[in-house]
């Protein structure tokens, strides 16, 4: 359920002075639809989050089932949360973890590391979204380093007025969760009713991201596909959903500062990172990315443009 990004991602970007909603895009991965919330057009971090998708399969009543061979990352962390159906995830460190909605998956590549997922159960899906692929860029102490990887069966939940929130990564409301994460961030799984005014830290920026429905951020209407974006300064939000229960994706963080550079699986600062990392898996470099204990056939990684336009003179 990772990525890829076909196109180079890089530059970080200014901070917005207004909440900004940002359309995503449709996009297909392994054959599962996905709206791709994160990055887009002039903003490719929300705090230390640099991808957000969001499953979405065409056929909801007989949804295609999950099937993502062995394929590498650097340089950050995927967060794997399910609203439905469950995926058993592999990796190169050996392995073999079962998530169903409410765990999370946390996996760290730092200086790479290999997975597959394949699912399991996928039962009709009553919100249109099957569950959340997200990416959390890791700061430059850590991006080099030792890969490991965390699974959360029991996250801690806080109520709300008129609702609750599952704490994924970092604190709300005094709660924290014990995912560990690289750089100060936080991530939400909400469901409310009617209207919900929630605290925010002013030093983070946020995004909220629909899950099932529109929702009106403040004075902005937010569909499906999009996400709000919150600049850093505020210190609450409010949010209306006016025709029943709503549920939505809370992201955010420090300013992550860093000039990242995505491509493909890959998150790193210059193209030579990039390009290190390509070689090395289709090298089968299996000190850097290692084997994983999975029946799926391997995913090759396309040729990198900026090499596709050296070869092509």
């Known amino acids: 359920m990772s990525g890829p990004l076909e196109e180079l991602i890089e530059g970080s970007q200014p901070g917005l002075g207004e909440i900004e909603v940002k359309q995503g895009r449709a996009a297909d991965v392994g054959g599962i639809g996905v709206l791709r ?5 002039k903003r490719r971090t929300v705090g230390p989050w640099c991808f957000v998708d969001l499953m979405h399969p065409g056929d909801l009543a007989e949804p295609p089932p999950i099937e993502i061979g062995p394929h590498p990352h650097i ?37 790479g590391i290999a997975h597959a997922e394949q699912g399991i159960e996928a039962p009709a899906v009553s919100s249109g979204v099957l569950g959340a692929q997200m990416w959390i860029a890791q700061p430059d102490g850590t ?11 029991d996250l801690p939940l806080v109520d709300l007025p008129t609702g609750h929130a599952r704490i994924i990564v970092g604190s709300f409301e005094g709660v924290a969760s014990r995912a560990a994460v690289d750089h100060p961030a936080i991530g939400l799984d909400m469901t409310f009713e009617g209207s919900v005014e929630i605290p925010l830290h002013p030093a983070f920026e946020h995004a909220v991201v629909p899950v099932d429905r529109t ?12 996400m709000a974006l919150v600049p850093a300064g505020h210190q609450t939000l409010r949010i209306e959903e006016r025709t ?16 990242v550079k995505m491509w493909w699986n890959f998150v790193a600062r210059t193209l030579d990172e990039i390009t ?26 396309p040729t990198p443009p900026w090499i596709r336009a050296v070869e092509a003179r």
């Open 37 to 41: 919330v994160l990055p887009t057009k």
């Open 276 to 301: 290190e990392a390509w070689r090395a898996w289709q090298d089968h470099d299996d000190d850097r990315f290692g084997p994983v204990p999975s029946k799926l056939g391997r995913v090759e990684a």
């Open 215 to 226: 929702l009106k951020v403040q004075d902005a209407l937010v569909e499906l596909g999009a």
């Open 75 to 111: 340089g950050l962390a995927t967060a794997t949360w399910l609203f439905d159906g469950s995926v058993l995830h592999s990796d190169s460190l050996g392995t073999e973890q079962l998530i169903s909605p409410g765990e999370l998956n946390l996996m760290t590549a730092g200086r």
């Open 143 to 153: 991006r080099d380093g030792a890969h490991h990887f965390e699974h959360h069966a």
């Open 244 to 259: 029943g229960n709503a549920r939505m994706l809370l992201i955010g963080g420090e300013p992550f500062g860093a000039d």
